[in-house]
């Protein structure tokens, strides 16, 4: 059974900047897509970004752009996402999930093809 274990949330104010780690265990992370996905309140989900399982590609929804980063350390079957110049609009719970098949690219991610997920973490940005 795979799980997800997210770190790093918290609350920081506008322009600053955190760094959230996912570690994943019970399935061979280094051949799945990785995602990082958020949910803000009365909003439905959302992918904020992908990462292909050799690391050589990635997806970044247009907000948050030139912003974040996501990646991805396959010896530790961790992922990350590098959170700067943040903004209120990015507070949600952030929820790491893994792709339901192996090898797969980023070209086009969709939010059903992420079949499990991790805890969230929440991330409050405060003017």
């Known amino acids: 059974q795979v799980q997800l274990v997210e770190s790093g949330g918290g609350l920081v104010q506008t322009g600053d900047s955190l760094r959230l780690s996912c570690t994943v265990s019970?399935?061979?992370?280094?051949?799945?897509?990785m995602g990082w996905l958020r949910q803000a309140p009365g909003k439905e989900r959302e992918i904020v970004a992908a990462?292909?399982?050799?690391?050589?590609?990635?997806y970044y929804d247009d907000s948050v752009k030139g912003r974040f980063t996501i990646s991805r350390d396959n010896a530790k079957s961790t992922v990350y996402l590098q959170m700067d110049s943040l903004k209120v609009e990015d507070t949600a719970v952030y929820y790491c999930?893994?792709?339901?098949?192996?090898?797969?690219?980023?070209?086009?991610?969709?939010?059903?093809?992420?079949?499990?997920w991790g805890q969230g973490a929440q991330v409050t940005v405060s003017s």
């Open positions: 999930a893994i792709h339901d098949s192996a090898f797969g690219d980023v070209a086009a991610p969709r939010l059903q093809d992420f079949g499990s």
């Open positions: 019970g399935r061979t992370f280094r051949v799945y897509v």
């Open positions: 990462i292909k399982w050799n690391g050589a590609r990635t």
